[in-house]
């Protein structure tokens, strides 16, 4: 892996991280995932291999990017702040998710290029996969996906947002334990 690839994954976790201590939800924060996405595809896509089950591996990643991005906008609170302004604040499932899948797609790579190269070559053989570029593909399109679902639901939720009447901030949720706790209260009751 290359310094730029560091930084890129560096850059993914990072508007999570933003998110994590919430953000107004404006339209470049939604864009600005896709212009990452974009020079990302452009340096390392270069076409999607469809022989065997090239293809059937990089829409498996595509389709695991959508439903973690989809998770990740799901599990973010998304609501007017104090001066009315769409706001989006990524909870720990959000944050997990999102990293979950950067993660992934890291400790693959890592692998790949310290000495797990014949593995995956022995199961891409036994698999149908007959390029290394489907590899490429199944991991860039992840991404993809995950950049897509996660900035659509976003953007739905946000234009939802801003079609409804005036809505306060979400109440504080209870932490973990508190929540046990109250479960246990109301059982014994």
Known sequence: ???????????????????????????????LPFAVMAYVASSYLHGIPTAGNN?????????????LGIGCALSTAVYRNAKGEPFAKAGPVAALLWVLGIGARLAFTLYVTHGGEGAIGRFSATHGITSGEAWVACLILMAAGEVLGRSSVLALRRRALQTDGPAPAPARRPSFATAIMMGARERQS
């Open 1 to 31: 892996m290359t310094t730029s690839d560091y930084l890129i994954n560096a850059l993914f976790i990072g508007l999570v991280v933003l998110q994590v201590r919430g953000r107004r939800l404006t339209t470049f924060t939604l864009v």
């Open 55 to 67: 293809l059937v591996l990089a829409l498996c990643g595509a389709g695991l990017g959508l439903a």
